[in-house]
């Protein structure tokens, strides 16, 4: 039976959204069916993102990557219309033939998993959608304890990928069901693991 009480705009879904349904896809059900706050603000790894984020929307607005030359954007709020959903590019540079990513992340694991090809495989497509130039590659820049480089392919596959975790989240939102998930060690800091099942039974915090 369809959900008609749903607490979130499917037409309006956001890129961080689908990431966090691709870390866990209760994070779709607690908070996009039944409503419940995570309150990442809180959360020491969310704040420290954001202020670097932040940081180079405002003072590293020259940055391109060496031997790359193009027009730097900054901060692009894009919604596409052919797959209805929205998304913030932070940065990536125009070029004659393409347009480029770059991704900071605030973090040691450089290891470019399920939500990290989500996320370059969305902003992707908004962004060919939107200036009408193809997306092959990211630069992926990781800088919790100095700085390391990371150059990824987005091809066809990347962004099927991403497609398919969109259309996954979005029915779990229109039906309101609770979707499977299984406990692994991302259940300890979970912000839902008191109400969670999964995280509420194998946790004792």
Do not use: W
Not at 51 to 70: A, D, R, V
Request: glycine share 6%; net charge positive.
């Amino acid at each position: 039976m369809k959900n008609t009480q749903r607490f979130y705009d499917i037409e309006m879904l956001n890129v961080t959204t689908v990431i966090e349904h691709v870390f866990c896809p209760k994070f779709t059900y607690y908070g996009c069916v039944l409503g419940l706050n995570q309150y990442e603000e809180k959360r020491g790894t969310v704040i420290a993102g954001r202020k670097l984020h932040s940081k180079h929307e405002k003072s590293n607005l020259s940055y391109l990557p060496k031997n790359i030359i193009g027009r730097k954007l900054v901060a692009l709020l894009l919604y596409s219309k052919k797959y209805l959903f929205v998304g913030k590019v932070d940065e990536a540079i125009e070029t004659n033939d393409e347009i480029i990513l770059i991704e900071r992340k605030y973090s040691n694991n450089h290891i470019i998993g399920g939500t990290m090809k989500t996320q370059l495989g969305l902003l992707s497509i908004l962004l060919e959608e939107n200036l009408d130039k193809p997306v092959n590659k990211a630069f992926v820049i990781f800088s919790k304890e100095g700085r390391y480089i990371v150059e990824f392919q987005i091809d066809s596959k990347i962004k099927k990928f991403a497609l398919d975790m969109l259309h996954d989240t979005k029915n779990v939102i229109v039906n309101g069901i609770s979707p499977y998930a299984k406990f692994d060690n991302r259940c300890l800091n979970c912000c839902y693991r008191k109400i969670c099942p999964m995280g509420s039974l194998n946790t004792t915090r």
